[in-house]
């Protein structure tokens, strides 16, 4: 089973910035994607921002320009970095490792455990 650790959110002004980072570890995994979902109350999950091993870049058309994802591959770590927050991007975010078990064949999803960031004066 692959586990998922991401660092803590927090309380941050508007226009302020925070980085978090998120590592996978386990055996006999592959990644094939890691990034981060998140859902305000009374809101649907949404995908921030994903990448792939290889380095492709998914994002959210709220977060274009504001927050950059990036990998490590030799430590299945990603990094957020959240630029210009306001305070519509307040949710619980969700770091994810879509992965292939190289045992089983089989894909599966791993979730951290989620974090709260609040964007307030």
């Known amino acids: 089973q692959v586990q998922v650790v991401e660092s803590g959110g927090g309380l941050v002004q508007p226009g302020g910035s925070l980085r978090r980072s998120c590592a996978a570890s386990?055996?006999?995994?592959?990644?094939?994607?890691m990034g981060w979902y998140r859902q305000a109350p009374g809101k649907q999950r949404e995908l921030v921002a994903g990448?792939?091993?290889?380095?492709?870049?998914n994002y959210a058309d709220f977060v274009k320009g504001r927050f950059t994802i990036s990998r490590d591959n030799t430590k299945n770590t990603v990094y957020l970095q959240m630029n210009s927050l306001k305070p519509e991007d307040t949710a619980v975010y969700s770091c994810?490792?879509?992965?292939?078990?190289?045992?089983?064949?089989?894909?599966?999803?791993?979730w951290g455990q989620g974090t709260q960031v609040t964007v307030s004066s």
């Open positions: 994810y490792c879509n992965y292939l078990s190289t045992r089983l064949g089989i894909r599966y999803d791993s």
């Open positions: 386990g055996n006999n995994f592959t990644v094939y994607t």
């Open positions: 990448i792939t091993s290889g380095g492709s870049t």
